[in-house]
Structure formats: structure tokens, C-alpha cells
């Protein structure tokens, strides 16, 4: 399987802050990466697909960029409703993995 | 509007077998694949596998080979997760979720509301 390796597994950020998490594939996986948050309590929601393209109804202070096997989450001037734990996930092999997941917190 | 339902929270013994349902409205059932991802207490996501709702063709994660079956009813346009010889780290919140399609695979634009199972003895 493809491992995927997110870093930080945590951080602390302010209101106002820009956040970037990174994500870290085992093998190149084009631009089969996608991202989502999670609440605690609710269901993951999709943020990014293909690396870079914003899912419909999702705020724009959302990025995603890279390609082959490192890519990055950027979240421009993070507000109250992002605290949360964001996922990449890899969808290059028959058999997706995510990442462990990172933190946000303020 | 486009949801997935699923059914309620369930207890089982360890060796005991689940079953979940998820039922899909709001867009065409045998269009898009849906897929099944676990969240153990406190852990991150694991995906377990797809099932193509108009074929019924699967594909389960090497993790769940053996002991999972993904199957679907069409006319009540709902899949179903089995998965057997449960263990205690089987304790999870089980989702399931839909594929937004368009050439994207496996980005998952909708998900259930989740359903709790706990494997005690």
C-alpha cells in the first residue's frame, strides 16, 4: 500500500494565521490527492481533489498545490470554524490510504 | 437532497459478524461507486473498499480481504457492509461515502452520518 505521512501531526495557530500542513507520499502519485476536515463527533468533509481544485462550497482561504509525492494544505488567514483535524488521502492505487491526520488548534 | 442514511449503532461479541446499511438518495444509485472508511475511538480514517452499485463489482482494502462483503440492493438503492470475525479493534465509526465522479475517483463529496459499532465481550 502507499503510505502517506502527514507533518505536523499538530499545531497551534492564531485567528488571522496562515496555516500549511504538509503531506508526504511513499511512491509518486501524480495528482491523485485529495484533502478533508473533520469536527469531532461528524463526518469528514472534502475540502480539495486532484491536488489543487477547491470542492464546490468550499471557502477560498483554502489551497492545495503539489504534485508526485509531496503536497501541501494551506489555509490563508485561518478562522474559528477551521479548528479541526485535516486529512490528505491518496486515490493513485486500486486500494486508497490517508494520512494520520493533522490537528489545528488554536 | 443527495444524502447516504445509514443504519444504527450496534454491539457485538468478538468473533460476532455486522452488517451496516446505507441508503442512498437524492442522485442516480448506479452512478457513482461508494465506498466504506472506518474510524477507530480517537484514530484517523481507513478505507476498506468500494462496491460499483450497478454492477456490484468490489474492491476491499488487503486489510479486510477474507472477511468483508460489500453488497447492494437496487431497488431499495442501498449498499451493505459485512464484515466477520469481529475483534476488538474492530470497534469503529463506520462511513459510508460516495465518489463525486466526473473523472475524479475516489474524492468523497457526500458521507453518511456514520454508525457506531463496539465488539465487547
Known amino acids: 500500500d502507499i503510505q502517506m505521512t502527514q507533518s505536523p501531526s499538530s499545531l497551534s495557530a492564531s485567528v488571522g494565521d496562515r496555516v500549511t500542513i504538509t503531506c508526504r507520499a511513499s511512491?509518486?502519485?501524480?495528482?491523485?490527492l485529495n484533502w478533508y476536515q473533520q469536527k469531532p463527533g461528524k463526518a469528514p468533509k472534502l475540502l480539495i481533489y486532484?491536488?489543487?481544485s477547491l470542492h464546490s462550497g468550499v471557502a477560498s482561504r483554502f489551497s492545495g498545490s503539489g504534485s508526485g509525492a509531496d503536497f501541501t494544505l494551506t489555509i490563508y488567514s485561518v478562522q474559528p470554524d477551521d479548528f479541526a483535524t485535516y486529512y490528505c488521502?491518496?486515490?493513485?492505487?486500486?486500494?486508497?490510504?490517508f494520512g494520520q491526520g493533522t490537528k489545528v488548534e488554536i | 437532497q443527495v444524502q447516504l442514511v445509514q443504519s444504527g449503532a450496534e454491539v457485538k461479541k468478538p468473533g460476532a459478524s455486522m452488517k451496516v446499511s446505507c441508503k442512498a438518495s437524492?442522485?442516480?444509485?448506479?452512478?457513482?461507486?461508494l465506498h466504506w472508511v472506518r474510524q477507530a475511538p480517537g484514530q484517523g480514517l481507513e478505507w476498506m473498499g468500494w462496491?460499483?452499485?450497478?454492477?456490484?463489482?468490489?474492491n476491499y482494502a488487503q486489510n479486510f480481504q477474507g472477511r468483508i462483503t460489500m453488497t447492494r440492493d437496487k431497488s431499495s438503492t442501498t449498499v451493505f457492509m459485512d464484515l466477520r470475525g469481529l475483534k476488538s479493534d474492530d470497534t469503529a465509526v463506520y462511513y459510508c461515502?460516495?465518489?463525486?465522479?466526473?473523472?475524479?475517483?475516489?474524492?468523497?463529496?457526500?458521507w453518511g452520518q456514520g454508525t457506531m459499532v463496539t465488539v465487547s465481550s
Open positions: 461515502a460516495k465518489e463525486r465522479g466526473a473523472g475524479v475517483p475516489m474524492a468523497f463529496e457526500i
Open positions: 437524492g442522485f442516480t444509485f448506479t452512478g457513482y461507486y
Open positions: 462496491i460499483n452499485p450497478n454492477s456490484g463489482d468490489t
Open positions: 511512491q509518486s502519485i501524480g495528482t491523485y
Open positions: 486532484a491536488a489543487s
Open positions: 488521502q491518496q486515490s493513485y492505487s486500486t486500494f486508497s490510504t
